[in-house]
């Protein structure tokens, strides 16, 4: 189980032509991730999706919170120490074609993380090379066909299970999927999506997916959480069928509404919403972090920031901001939360034709 | 099946700006030349918004850019024809002719063309440049013209084309694209994945804008993509390609609600919706051909398919219209029943 | 945790480890694929036996035959005599090893320790970068020809392993910082990401990583060394900076111009060519042997086909 408390990060650049600035990748965020469970987040490009991944997997700092992995705070550790709590959670790359060493086979790269984790557990070399087998099957390759074969020999698809297949090598307990099947083939996606339902139901790994397309979301599995993000800020959080299908943030309304209607087949939803402007992030807002670009906006809302609330609980009633009450609510159908001064729900999303 | 068409007959009373017949499109490899098109036909009509899908690999690109006989090297246009009115045959053009027409008629805006602008030069300068190599006389009348359709998409022109390529968002960059490809009065837009690498609403915003530069000037327009989503969006009608041929063809929205061709049926059902029982989707099975993997006699669909019958490792289905209006490539029953 | 798998592995047979083609055999196929790379491995195969056993084709000293000054390509002399009588072709033979050598280890060297610094750094960042590149920079000032001319008062240069040392350890900042630049690049990619992430050790990363997908830059930049280094120490000698101690190619051109008058005496133009043409044709061997080095090292390239 991981758990987020109020992870923030902010960097700071000297562009040659736009000076130094400042990026508020994350702005405090929260969440918890039991065993077997799925969060997404959702949001636009740019709003700091990729940079809590890399968090998660240690492969960039945070400057302010704190990561909780089994009930073991990690910014108390060296780096040294860190590291096998690191290892357990696995990331699984959004570009399959960089993310294998085009340089080594199948085998070489299946091989290498086992033969790392063979010096803690004593698995023999004949041990390594039958796991090696056993996990290119589990993610529905065949052994024979593909241990020799080189990443360029590989289809989008096969590559992604190559990917996972390496994740799984040092037996992690949360897999992070960055955007994992938004470079495959349309028609290999949900083959990728059901692979990981698969290991979280049979496994009880748990799944962090980060995705801007918020309807492959809905393949992760059963019992998903779904947190909107936008500009470093979690804005909107609940079941997934839930803030789908009942969005009352803004943003969350424009984000779903922008998903392509399959007419036809479905109709749009009949509160559809377009955000009034486009995304700029040199606009200095100290209010709501989306008020420039939100239809509903008022003069509350570029004065006071909101807090992310329980839905129910009032507009503006900060009386649970952090929402770190932990895993209690996590699959709990009522615990929707979000920051906006004045929450509605909004039926956005396509609904399906009558045929 | 009377009739084997490989172009849907024009029957129509909106006049084709764009009709391709029998285009076969080879590339030179280490194993000879290989067909990434194969006898396609298609037509693009004033006023209407054409859709072409299919999975990655499956000659999408190639036959959008035979369109503009600008097929790179080692590809060549082996046979057919791309009739563009008031223009000629284009692949039998040459030079300085091909490339007047080129942006000129023809608009096009690349596959990534987030990254097709020059990052050394500003979007002002680049259009400039396009001005003189298409001999515009009026490079005041040019720019006034970008002004007003960069206006119309939303830019801030005046900053727009004083800025550098890295300065702009992905979004950003794929509607300059599109005012770079019109602004020479193109009476055909193509558009290659204009919004692959785009988030959800910056993809939203870019068709929107498609949509509208399309009716505002009556275009004939060609969105090509591997997103279902995007072309039930746009498009008036729809081409489904794969193994380098056009599949099925007909209106969007028949096309969408009652799939022909059991390619386009599992294209449908391999999106991932955001309504509906999410159980009932499926993977594709199998993998997307290549050049070199592609069967070379019978259906280029028959290992995937789940209705591949004897027939089919015969005989190569020919594109025929199979009720009005709509085009099917498939030796099985249009319903989905075996044949 | 453990992951189990849900197939049972049943009836799979002993399964080949890998199914590639033996490295070699992949290597000859990229050779033979063009006639160039042949001949360009052909002339530099050539050298190199001309390097390691010419000293034994002709055993004992230069025989010296004053009747013969100069005298023209026959049966007995095939590319003639120098001034001094001696067989050009002997000295050419004799004298390669001590040029081709030099280059060898000069180009070894600057290689070697410029990819471990550009690695290193490139890798780490930080601090070990900075201290690096400095240290880099700093031999990147060091004046080569007048550090050599300095040391030929100390040495006598007559191991040709000194005076390659001497080359490589003077020459290997461009390296460094080209590696490191590539280095810098390849780092963000997914699979070292991945690697990180898996937390497999430093020293895996870099040496199976990171390496195999530079090791195509890494020979160019040996090969072009090469070529560098036999220039830089031919004419070193040509211009009769560093004392001679032995035969080479250097002392042969320095003495055909210097000594052998060649100028006025066109019989002597053998004595000046052989070595010239012998260095054309080692730099026309690697270029065109260069041409296979990226389908050496690609899988992608080298599968095609
Ligand atoms: N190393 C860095 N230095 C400076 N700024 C950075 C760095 N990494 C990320 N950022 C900035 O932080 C913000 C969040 O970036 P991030 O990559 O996390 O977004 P994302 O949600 O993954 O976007 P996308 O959907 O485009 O992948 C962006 O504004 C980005 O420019
Ligand atoms: N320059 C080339 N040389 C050889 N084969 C090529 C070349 N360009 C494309 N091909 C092959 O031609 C086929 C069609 O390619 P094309 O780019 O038209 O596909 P696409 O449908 O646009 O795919 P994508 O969705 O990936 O853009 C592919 O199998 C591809 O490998
Ligand atoms: S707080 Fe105000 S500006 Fe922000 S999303 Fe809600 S209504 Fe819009
Ligand atoms: S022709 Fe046969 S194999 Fe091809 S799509 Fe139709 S039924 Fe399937
Ligand atoms: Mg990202
Ligand atoms: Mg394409």
Redesign the interface.
Known sequence: MIEARNITRTYRTHGA?TGPRTVHALRGVDFTLPKGGAVSFIG??GCGKTTLGKIL???ETFDGGELVVDGTELSGLSPRRR??Y??RI??V???PY????????V??ILG??LR?RAKETGASRREQ??RA???L??VGLQ??GV????P??L????RQRV?IA??????P?VLIADEAVSMI??????????LLR?LRE????SLLFIT?????A??VGEGGELHVIYRGQVIERGPTDRV?QAPVHPYTQ?????????????EPGPDRL??LA??DERTDTPGCLFAPRCPFATDACTAERPALVRLGDGAGGADDPGGADGAAGAGDAGDHRHACLHPEARHV????AA? | MTETLQTPAATEDRSAEVSVRDLTVVYRTDRGELPAVSRAGIELRAGEITGLVGESGSGKSTLALSLLNAVPAPGRIASGSVEVAGVGDVTKLEGKRLRRVRGGALGYVFQASQNSLNPLKTVGKQLLDLGRSHEVEDLQGLVRRARELAERMGLDADRVLDSYQHELSGGMRQRVGIVLALVLNARVLILDEPTTALDMISQAAVLDIVRAVHRENNLATLIVTHDMGVVSEVADRLAVMYGGRIVEHGPALEVLQRPSHPYTRALIGATARIVGDTTRARALPGRPPDLTTLATTGCVFRDRCPLASAVCEEEDPALVEWTPGRYRACHADPTGDRP | MTVTATTPAAAVPARPRTGRRAPWASALRVLVRKPGRIVGLAILVFFALMGVFGPYLYPGDLAVDPEAIYAPPSAQHWLGTDFAGSDVLQELVVGARYVLLTAAVAALATVVIGTTVGLVAGYHRGLADSALMRATDFVLTIPGLPLLIVLSTLWSFGQPLQMGLVLGVTGWGGVARAVRSQTLSLRERGFLEAARGLGLPTRHVIVRELLPNIAPFVAMNLLLAVIQFIGAEVALFFLGVVPFSSSNWGVMLNQAVFSGGVMNSPEALTYLLAPLVCILLITLGIVLFLDAIDELFNPRLRERS
């Open positions: 032509f636009e490009s997997t240690g492969l590291a096998p690191f290892r696995q990331m790359h959004q570009d960089s993310a294998l060493n085009p340089t080594r086979t085998g070489q290498d993380p790392m090379e039958d087998a056993e996990l099957e589990l052994p024979d241990l020799g074969k080189y360029h020999q289809s989008g698809g096969q990917v390496r994740a799984l090598t040092v037996d307990e083939d349309v028609s290999m996606r949900l083959g990728i999506l059901s698969d049979r496994l009880g790994i801007h397309d918020v309807a492959t809905r393949y789908i424009c984000l779903l509404s922008a998903i392509p209607v399959l007419r036809g087949i479905e377009v955000p486009s995304l999303v396509a609904v399906e045929v």
